[in-house]
């Protein structure tokens, strides 16, 4: 058996940013159910994505967490390779791993802050 061709330092870090906002896209994906962004203009849709968001949170946070695991299973392999990962990619792994660390055991509050933040 041939081993795997080695993946260039760009294809690593774009992989490790690509899994981080993934991440963070499903953490807002399973939020959404507390968050109605435009209740007069899109009163139907969101009812009815909330619905379906808010039976799939379980899901979709899992698949945060996984995602997050996979970003710093990523990171530390570029690390064991002796590749430097960029800085960029190392702050949005762990602003990813926060978002989600938070949106896990406080939702409501996150809901809050951000109906707060797009009332403004």
Same mark, same amino acid.
């Given at each position: 058996?041939? *081993?795997? #061709?080695? +993946?260039?330092?760009?294809?690593?870090?774009?992989? $490790? #940013?690509? %899994?981080?906002?993934?991440a963070i896209?499903? %953490?807002?994906?399973?939020?959404?159910?507390?968050?109605?962004?435009?209740? =007069?203009?899109?009163? *139907? @849709?969101l009812a @009815? $994505?909330? $619905? !379906?968001?808010?039976?799939?949170?379980?899901?979709?946070? #899992?698949?945060?967490?996984? =995602?997050?695991? !996979?970003?710093?299973?990523?990171?530390?392999?570029?690390?064991?390779?002796? +590749? +430097? $990962?960029? %800085? /960029?990619?190392?702050?949005?792994?762990?602003?990813?791993?926060?978002?989600?660390?938070?949106? /896990?055991?406080?939702?409501?509050?996150?809901?809050?802050? /951000?109906?707060?933040?797009? *009332?403004?």
């Open positions: 058996m041939s *081993a795997p #061709a080695p +993946r260039s330092a760009s294809s690593s870090r774009a992989s $490790t #940013a690509a %899994v981080s906002l993934a896209g499903s %953490v807002l994906a399973a939020s959404s159910c507390c968050l109605p962004l435009f209740p =007069f203009m899109m009163a *139907a @849709g @009815g $994505t909330s $619905t !379906f968001l808010s039976q799939a949170r379980p899901y979709l946070l #899992a698949a945060s967490i996984l =995602f997050i695991a !996979f970003g710093f299973y990523q990171a530390s392999r570029a690390k064991n390779c002796q +590749r +430097r $990962t960029s %800085v /960029i990619s190392s702050i949005l792994l762990w602003f990813s791993a926060a978002f989600v660390f938070v949106s /896990i055991l406080f939702p409501q509050i996150m809901a809050n802050v /951000i109906a707060g933040l797009g *009332a403004r």
